[in-house]
C-alpha cells in the first residue's frame, strides 16, 4: 500500500479510536493498528514483534513520525501521561482524496475502533499480546492452555486476566470473520 493511502487509513484509525472514549496515545495506536492489520486484514504492511507492552512496530513508530513531519497527525499533552496523537485537518482533506480506499477499509477500522477505543492501556496489553500469542504457533491450542503462555511471556497478567483477554480475542476473531466474508 502506498504511503498516502497508508496515511488516510491511519489518521481515520485514530479519529474513530477518539470518537470512542481512546486516550489515543501511542500504545492505543500501537495496539489498535496490530488488530487492523492482523485481524481485520488491512494491508498497511507495519512488522510487529512482542515487545515490552505486547505487539509493537518500530517502523510504525517511524511512520508516526513522519506523519508528524508531514502536519498530518498532532501531539496534545495530556499531564500528567503521554500525549494524545490527533489528526489534523490536513488529515481530513488527505482523507477527502482517498474515499475508495477508505471505502474499502471502514467498517474493519471501526470495528477495531468500536472494540479497543474505551480500553485503557493494560486492557491493550492484554489483549493484544493474547491476540499475538493466539495468532502464532498456538492457534490450535484450548482457551487455558494459550492462557497459560499469555501468563508465562507476561507474568504480571494474572491466570484468570490471561484467560478472560484470550476468550476475548477469540470473541473479536469470529465476530470478524463475519465483518471479512
Not at 493466539?134 to 499469555?150: H, N, S
Amino acid at each position: 500500500m502506498d504511503r498516502l493511502k497508508r496515511a488516510a487509513l491511519m489518521t481515520r484509525l485514530l479519529q474513530n479510536l477518539k470518537d470512542k472514549g481512546s486516550w489515543c496515545g501511542e500504545t492505543h495506536t500501537q495496539k489498535a493498528t496490530f488488530f487492523v492489520q492482523h485481524l481485520m486484514d488491512v494491508p498497511l504492511g507495519f512488522e510487529f514483534i512482542l515487545y515490552k507492552h505486547g505487539p509493537f512496530s518500530f517502523d510504525l513508530r517511524d511512520e508516526l513520525t513522519s506523519l508528524r513531519a508531514d502536519r498530518l497527525i498532532r501531539l496534545v499533552p495530556r499531564w500528567p501521561y503521554g500525549p494524545t496523537i490527533m489528526p489534523t485537518e490536513l488529515a481530513k482533506k488527505l482523507q477527502n482524496n482517498y474515499q475508495r480506499t477508505l471505502g474499502l477499509y471502514e467498517n474493519k477500522i471501526a470495528y477495531v475502533a468500536d472494540k479497543l477505543g474505551a480500553k485503557g492501556v493494560a486492557d491493550l496489553e492484554r489483549l493484544a499480546t493474547a491476540f499475538y500469542v493466539t495468532r502464532q504457533q498456538w492457534a490450535g491450542d484450548p482457551p487455558e492452555k494459550r492462557a497459560a503462555k499469555l501468563s508465562e511471556i507476561k507474568p504480571h497478567i494474572s491466570a484468570d486476566q490471561a484467560l478472560a483477554a484470550i476468550r476475548e480475542v477469540d470473541q473479536m476473531i469470529e465476530e470478524s470473520q463475519k465483518i471479512l466474508h
